[in-house]
C-alpha cells in the first residue's frame, strides 16, 4: 500500500492568505461604516426636507386663501381706505389731536 502524500502549504502561503482575508473584512467594515453615516446624513436630509415640503404646503393653501379674499369686496374696501384714504359719503373721520 501506498501512502499518499498530502502536499503541506507553507507558512508564506497561509500568511499571505491571512492578509488577504483580514485586509478583506477591514475593508468592508470600514465601507459598512461609511454606508452607516451616508444613512444617517440622508435620514436627517430627508427629515428636513419633509418639514420644507409641509411649510411650503402651508404657504401655498395661505397663498391660495390670500388669492381667494383678493377677489372680495372687503379687500377691495380695505385697500380704498387705507391706501387712497376714500371713505363713504356720509361716513365722519376723527382724528387725533398732534400731542407735543
Sequence with gaps: MARKRRKRLSKATILG?????????STLL???NVMQANGKEY???LKELEKKSRELKK?????KDFKDYVKTDEYVEEVAREKFGLVYKDEIIFEP????
Aim: proline share 0%.
Design 17 to 25: 492568505a491571512l492578509l488577504v482575508t483580514l485586509v478583506l473584512c
Design 30 to 32: 470600514y465601507k459598512q
Design 43 to 45: 435620514a436627517e436630509q
Design 59 to 63: 404657504e401655498k393653501e395661505e397663498l
Design 97 to 100: 389731536e398732534d400731542e407735543k
